[in-house]
Structure formats: C-alpha cells, structure tokens
DNA sequence: GATCGTATGATTGTCAACAATCCGCGGGTT
DNA sequence: AACCCGCGGATTGTTGACAATCATACGATC
C-alpha cells in the first residue's frame, strides 16, 4: 500500500482566488493603480467577501497590491526606481539559481532549451506575445530547476511584477534575436559548469533589459536619480 | 506647508497582527507544526476571526504557514532541506544587496558597526541570545542599507525562518569569535568596494552557519540528500 | 479481537448584516 | 470667488451566526 499520491484538495479558496488575481494583474485586465472594489470582485468570483478579502491580503504580502487602510486596495504601480529594484532581485534570485543548479546537477539544464526553442519559433512567425511568454517562461523554468522553495515563491512575484512591466511599457522590447542568443548562452555557462560566467550572463542580460525598457538608466544607480 | 509627514494609520489589522504573529514564530511561542487555533488567538488578539484569518493569509504567502484546508493552519516545520534552501535564499539576498550598496554608495556601509559592537560586547558579556539578536541584526541592516524594496521584504521572511532554525536546534552556535570576525571582513570589503570578496565572504560565512547547524553537511548539496 | 460504520463535538469555511470611515456635493459665510 | 461646514451615498472593516468538514469515541458486525 504504498503508492505516493498526492493528498487531494490541497487548495484553499483564497489560494485559488489569489492565483487569479494575480493573472489578472499579468494580463493587464487589472492595471496599476487601478482600485479592486470588494463588492465588484466578489460577484465576479461568485464569493463573499471574506475570502475574496482573505486572498487579497496574500498580493499584499507579495507587494502586488497596496493597501491604504479605509480607502481600498490597490495595484501598485511601477515608479521608475522599481524597475530597476525589480531587476535586481531578479539578478539575485536567477543568479543563485544557476549557481544552485551547477551545484547540484547541471543536467536537467536541457530542459531549458525547449523554452529556448518557443522562443525562437516564436519569433521566427513575429509573435511578440508568444515571444515574451517563452522568454518568461525560460526564467521561471531556470529557477524551478533549482528546486528551492524559496527562491520559486520570490520568483513567482516578481515574474508577474515584470509583466506589469512589459504591459505597461508597452514594449515587448524588439532585438529578440539578441535575447535569444544570450538565453542560449546561459545555458551553456551552466551546463558546462562555470558559475562566473552564467552569473555574468544573467546580469548582462538583465542589464540589457533595464537599459530597454528604461533608457538610458542602468541596474544599481537607483540613488541617483529621483 | 511643505512639512513631509508621513501619512497616520498606515497600517491594517491584518498588518498589525500578521507581525505579532511573525514576532511569536520567532519567539518560539509559535512552535514549529503547531497548529493555530483560530478561536483562541482571535481571543487573544480581541478580535473577530475576520481579521485574524487575513493576517494568517499573509503568514501563509510567507511560507511561514502552511493551510491545510478544513483542518487549519500550521507553522511551518524546517527540514533538513529546508536549511540548506533557507541559508541558500539568504546567501542570494545579501549578496545581491551588498553588490547593490559597492554600486551606488558604500560610505553609509560604516552604520554595520553598531550592530558588530553590538554582538561584540555580547561576546564578552555571554549573552547568547544577545549575540543573535545582534547577529541578525547585522544582516538585516545590510540588506536594509540596500534600499531595495523587494530585498528588504523578502530578507524579513528569511529572518524570521533563520530565528526557527536557531531555537528549533537550540544553537545559539558557538564560535562567537569567529562569526564577529567575519562580519568585519564583509563590512570591511563592502567599504573597500570588493564586489568579488564581499560576495564571497558572505557565502563563506553561509556556508559556516549550515555547518554549524546541520554538521557534516553543506550548502547547495540538497540533492544528494533526502 | 479487529474492522467498519456511525454519532458527536469541535473546528474551519462562508455569509450577510452592522458599524465606521471616506468621498463628493450643496449650502452658507466671509 | 474662495473657503469652511455638514450631510448623504458608497465603500471598507468587523462581527456573530450558520453551513460544511474533520477528528474522535463508541458500538455493531464478522
């Protein structure tokens, strides 16, 4: 009697709520600074307001909404300086992933390049939206190959605060080939083991995607603008 | 009236009670697996289960809870793996911060010197849970120095989990000496500018806290394991 | 005697009503 | 015209009650 299944009904009601506030914050249906009325939602989830409530309080935690007591909640909006802030978290969190990854077993690396291959297809037909999911979708995939916990959880945040990004940039910045040549590098950093320049990699390209979406800014010099 | 105040009652009850709760996890008067009963805290709390309910949702964003639905929700016990992933996490977060304080401003590195008096005189005195206070305190202070939002929110999670561990194996672990010295070369590498050393010292002084915690074992080796 | 089924108590999940606060509008005053 | 005051509608915060689920103990059956 001992076949390892997976105990059922392990989703609460605000997880599953939450889970769709925060796609609806990926897709945009939910802009920033755009106030979630309770009684609106509520009705729309086809739920009171207790639970409704209950998985909200999780996207603040997660710094996905901002709460201003009596007045209501709301999606943050993205100043200038949390993009930056944004990116570097992301540096730090792919950055220990990799190296984890290394570490550990650099094999299952191989999986990413199906990732990669989306990606190309994608923008061989010049689907950008496709274009960005297979790009997102390479970073998350290299984190959850790490097998932490925690850095998963971080990662799950800040994947949708970089949408929020995108969208709201309106760029699903062009030189994809340039993205996809440097996703493909990584790959090789870490399958070949060399921590140095996977973490160099991932910091160039992040770099890269900062100096995109905000031009002519760079990661780490949040103090010195406003 | 150009006075910059900052705006009253900024904080939610969920807020409120979400950090006393947080504060008993690492007090150790929420025990690791203890289930929280909701009736008896929302009567602690003087509250309705309402709110209790929400500010538990965040603990549960956290991963300081864990919901097990229709049975209640638990504190969360740290594995083995656990250890290493945690410290793993921390390793991320406070190099990425230290790198991010080299790059835009090292000189306010110096304010890490109360904390290492702090855990100096400590030292001296033997007072153990002073010494960890202290230690912590240090680390969180770099993180803080930072200035990154998602860091910072991210590190006070970390914290707290660390503190479990401490109580959890009763190790104030020894090598006081030690632990101070290391904190002043990473203070002293940050001042100097030394991306490489500050980063590497870190994860050095990571590596020695898993060791001392879970002996004969290592960072970023939880796959060979169970 | 072991196992299954059932009843009971306790706990969690959900809801709708009530209280408190905030926002906008109109009237009045200077 | 600008400002202050206060009212009414709307939204958020909180509560207690109800429904659903789970754990435990007891008794029946094989």
New binding site residues.
């Given amino acids: 009697m001992e076949l390892d299944v997976e105990p059922?009904?392990r989703e609460?009601?605000?997880g599953i709520i939450a889970r769709q506030l925060r796609a609806a914050i990926t897709t945009g249906s939910l802009a920033p600074g755009a106030?979630?009325?309770?009684?609106?939602l509520?009705n729309q989830f086809?739920?009171?307001?207790?639970?409704?409530?209950?998985a909200m309080q999780r996207l603040v935690q997660e710094g996905l909404l901002r709460?201003?007591?009596?007045?209501?909640?709301f999606v943050v909006d993205l100043e200038p300086e949390d993009v930056y802030d944004l990116y570097a978290a992301r540096t730090a969190i792919e950055s220990a992933a990799a190296i984890r990854v290394i570490r550990t077993d650099p094999r299952p690396v191989g999986e990413l390049w199906t990732a990669h291959e989306r990606m190309t297809s994608a923008a061989d037909r010049e689907d950008p939206a496709a274009v960005s999911d297979a790009d997102l979708e390479f970073h998350e995939r290299l984190v959850a190959l790490s097998g932490s916990k925690r850095l998963a959880r971080m990662m799950r945040t800040l994947m949708v605060e970089t949408r929020m990004c995108l969208t709201a940039l309106q760029r699903t910045y062009a030189d994809v080939r340039e993205r996809v040549t440097e996703h493909g590098a990584i790959i090789e950093a870490i399958a070949a083991g060399d921590e140095r320049l996977a973490t160099a990699l991932l910091e160039r390209h992040m770099e890269d995607a900062v100096r995109r979406l905000a031009p002519g800014t760079s990661l780490f010099a949040s103090r010195s603008e406003g």
Same sequence: chains 1, 2.
């Fill in positions: 059922v009904a609460s009601t605000a106030q979630l009325g309770e009684a609106e509520a086809q739920v009171s307001r207790g639970p409704l409530r209950e709460s201003e007591p009596h007045r209501g909640l």
